[in-house]
């Protein structure tokens, strides 16, 4: 049972446009969600979080925009740039536990 | 950023076998991972490892699993024997504490292989 899921599985876009990733959870409990990037054979790497208590979190072109309601989230990457393109995983921790439950990952291709 | 380094970067071996993945954490790291990740599958916890302990495993961590770090060495994951369904991707990670907002660093993966 996939408690965090990811939409799009893959997603191409022109240089210049707003790529929009999808994100759901199940678990109410889960308190912190990353984003982690990973461009082919490197590290998976963090590049934006955010805690339930916003609904919002930007860091230069890429937005997170949460909904705990519907217990959704969505990564928006604006003007985007060949170089964006990498695997993006939605992931979800619950308190201490150290344990990260990940997505599947959207693959984004931005093209020139 | 911070590097999490792993060895072997691919590993083959025939089931049955014995096998060491090794994780070189950041250096100043208290608390570290593994996760597996099977071709096509969201990567998984399997582990989480301080002070010495394992402190919380998940289901997939089988009795032929272990880990351990030696005293400033490797963190080490150790699978003996090795079974098919052991072929994935296996991604060590290391954090300064455990609290939700810390970070956890990524290694590239090591491959695995078992035939």
């Known amino acids: 049972q996939q408690q965090v899921r990811q939409s799009p599985q893959s997603l191409t876009v022109w240089e210049g446009e707003t790529a929009i990733l999808n994100c759901s959870y199940e678990?109410?409990?889960?308190?912190?969600f990353p984003w982690y990037w990973q461009f082919p054979r490197e590290s998976p790497a963090l590049l934006i979080a955010?805690?339930?208590?916003?609904n919002k979190k930007e860091d230069g072109r890429f937005t997170i925009f949460f909904n705990k309601r519907e217990k959704k989230l969505s990564l928006h990457i604006t003007d985007s740039q060949p170089g964006d393109s990498a695997t993006y995983f939605c992931?979800?921790?619950?308190?201490?536990?150290?344990?990260?439950?990940f997505g599947l990952g959207t693959t984004l291709q931005v093209q020139p | 950023g911070p590097k999490v380094l792993q060895i072997p970067s691919h590993q083959i071996i025939d089931m049955g076998q014995m096998v060491t993945l090794n994780c070189d954490p950041v250096?100043?790291?208290?608390?570290f991972y593994w996760y597996k990740q099977i071709l096509g599958q969201q990567m998984e916890f399997l582990v989480n490892?301080?002070?010495?302990?394992?402190?919380?495993k998940s289901k997939l961590f089988k009795d032929q699993f272990s880990v351990e770090r030696p005293d400033g060495s490797y963190f080490t994951l150790k699978i003996q024997p090795t079974a098919l369904e052991d072929s994935a991707v296996y991604f060590c990670?290391?954090?300064?504490?455990?609290?939700?907002?810390?970070?956890?660093?990524f290694g590239p993966g090591t491959r695995l292989l078992v035939l």
């Open positions: 990670a290391s954090s300064l504490g455990a609290g939700v907002q810390d970070t956890q660093y």
């Open positions: 678990d109410s409990t889960f308190d912190y």
């Open positions: 955010i805690r339930p208590v916003s």
């Open positions: 992931a979800a921790i619950t308190g201490n536990t150290g344990k990260l439950i």
């Open positions: 250096s100043n790291h208290l608390y």
């Open positions: 490892f301080y002070n010495g302990k394992v402190m919380e």
